[in-house]
């Protein structure tokens, strides 16, 4: 399977590094399926830091059965408290090696803010997130799951 990585790098040896802000699915290495979302993510680094080039880093996935997989298939009661626990709970941690699920793209945060703030319930958030065509996103958790990556290659981006 092929999978894309957004970035102001080239990335040819994932790493697992310190974030900036609470993410969906916990610390690690982000890929996707999609070439567009990972264009869309480079392209909104590029904005964010006034960089002129980007890179979409390419990979090739080899699934190893012996690693801690979690599969969201839609964005349902599972997937809303798992990202809403990675997003709001201090030092929370998972011990997935992998999760596989959607993202939660600026229509998401919005609702999802509103879920947080107490202004509409759980129910109402999925009420909302089925009106969502949802893009995926793979999380590698851990160290031996970067293993199953081969770096392919990249292509350059420019605004």
Do not use: C
């Amino acid at each position: 399977m092929t999978l894309f990585h957004g970035s102001l790098e080239i990335v040819e040896n994932p790493q697992i590094l310190q974030a900036n802000r609470p993410l969906d699915f916990g610390l690690g290495f982000y890929t996707t399926t999609s070439l567009q979302q990972a264009q869309r993510w480079v392209k909104l680094r590029m904005e964010q830091s006034q960089a002129s080039v980007g890179f979409i880093n390419i990979f090739e996935y080899t699934p190893n059965r012996d690693l801690h997989t979690r599969l969201f298939r839609s964005a349902n009661e599972a997937w809303v408290d798992f990202v809403h626990a990675n997003r709001t709970v201090q030092d929370y941690n998972h011990d997935y090696d992998i999760v596989t699920g959607p993202v939660a793209n600026d229509n998401v945060y919005l609702s999802f803010n509103l879920y947080e703030s107490g202004i509409i319930t759980k129910r109402e958030l999925i009420r909302r997130l089925k009106t969502y065509k949802p893009v995926d996103q793979l999380l590698f958790h851990t160290e031996r799951s970067l293993d199953t990556l081969k770096y392919a290659g990249n292509k350059e981006v420019r605004i």
